[in-house]
């Protein structure tokens, strides 16, 4: 077995322990081409959004595709094939059904749980109810669906069918305004959270879009181009800081704790099949000296966080996913020497 003992982080009574990796670059099959976003289904099934090679990027293109996988390395399926140009962000409805943003085509799809197409929606303009560049989708308790409209600067509240409801926001650097945002989630109580990835901050809203707080900024490198967010259940929120290759964590008040730099330094059982298979690799792998940097996180984008409170975060270019657990209520073990 390649790798190293698990990897823990211990700051401020909280502990979270690397779990393990998930998946490998692969154009199809069993692995992810840039993986962008990450949506939790029903019965522990998981779903990666591959956005596709750089190179095609504005092409309809079969590695553009949404996989389901499940935490202990079963590989269930994927689908979506050759349907999205710029596919973006991932959420599920309450009845297990997926969504799926598409920048490009500026358009919402939706799929059942067998991977079938179900619904379109989504017209490109700047009204309301219409949408440039649409990227973060997050669902809230009633299964209305907001809308992360980067292109114009706001975000849009719809039905799961695509009836528009409300919106809130603008293009600006002030508070409640936006400059390219990305990714949104909605937490336990409703509230909002969306990565203002051009502002480098987070900002957080109430359902009806009221401004409440802003945490993060460019200051000190402390958030460069946030693209996603999460909440997990005691209120610490996780941010993917895309441009400094990490996740940073938040206490509820905004206060940073700490920040994971990603610890995959053993294969992920997809890779370690293919490691074991080819003796070159082999080799290669064992002339590596500082392991630690395979293990790093490479542009983090999308993140999400289990009812277990295991965080789930897309390692884009390195075509994986890097798992951790949250360990509540630690104390640090007593030794007597």
């Not at 099959?29 to 522990?44: H, I, K, R, S, W």
């Not at 090679?53 to 994927?78: C, S």
């Not at 966080?305 to 104390?331: C, F, H, P, W």
């Amino acid at each position: 077995m390649w790798g190293t003992d698990m990897l823990t982080t211990t700051v401020a009574g909280r502990t979270w322990n690397f779990k393990k990796a998930v998946g490998r670059n692969a154009a199809a099959g069993n692995g992810f081409t840039q993986p962008y976003d990450v949506a939790l289904g029903p019965e522990g099934v998981i779903y990666v959004l591959s956005r596709g090679a750089e190179g095609a990027g504005g092409v309809v293109a079969p590695n553009k595709r949404i996989g389901k996988v499940t935490m202990d390395d079963q590989f269930l399926g994927d689908f979506g094939h050759s349907e999205f140009t710029w596919p973006v962000a991932l959420a599920v409805d309450s009845e297990g059904n997926l969504f799926c943003s598409d920048e490009h085509l500026n358009i919402i799809a939706s799929y059942n749980e067998d991977g079938e197409r179900i619904g379109e929606w989504g017209e490109v303009g700047s009204d309301e109810g219409q949408l440039n560049g649409p990227n973060g989708i997050a669902f809230d308790a009633d299964d209305n669906l907001y809308v992360v409209d980067s292109g114009n600067g706001r975000v849009q509240k719809f039905t799961k069918d695509g009836s528009f409801l409300a919106t809130f926001g603008s293009a600006g650097s002030d508070e409640g305004q936006f400059d390219k945002p990305w990714g949104i989630t909605v937490d336990s109580s409703g509230d909002l959270f969306v990565a203002d990835w051009g502002n480098d901050r987070v900002q957080k809203f109430s359902a009806g879009g009221t401004h409440l707080m802003t945490f993060g900024s460019a200051a000190g490198g402390e958030l460069n181009h946030p693209s996603s967010v999460a909440v997990d259940s005691e209120g610490d929120v996780y941010v993917a800081d895309w441009g400094n290759k990490r996740i940073q964590i938040y206490e509820p008040d905004g206060n940073v704790i700490t920040s994971l730099h990603g610890d995959a330094v053993e294969f992920s059982a997809w890779a370690a099949e293919v490691i074991n298979a080819n003796p070159d690799a082999q080799k290669a792998y064992r002339r590596v000296q500082d392991r630690t940097q395979i293990g790093l996180l490479d542009r983090p984008v999308g993140i999400a966080i289990d009812a277990d409170d295991n965080l789930i975060i897309t390692d884009s270019t390195r075509g994986r996913l890097q798992v951790y657990t949250k360990e509540k209520d630690y104390m640090d073990p007593q030794f007597n020497l």
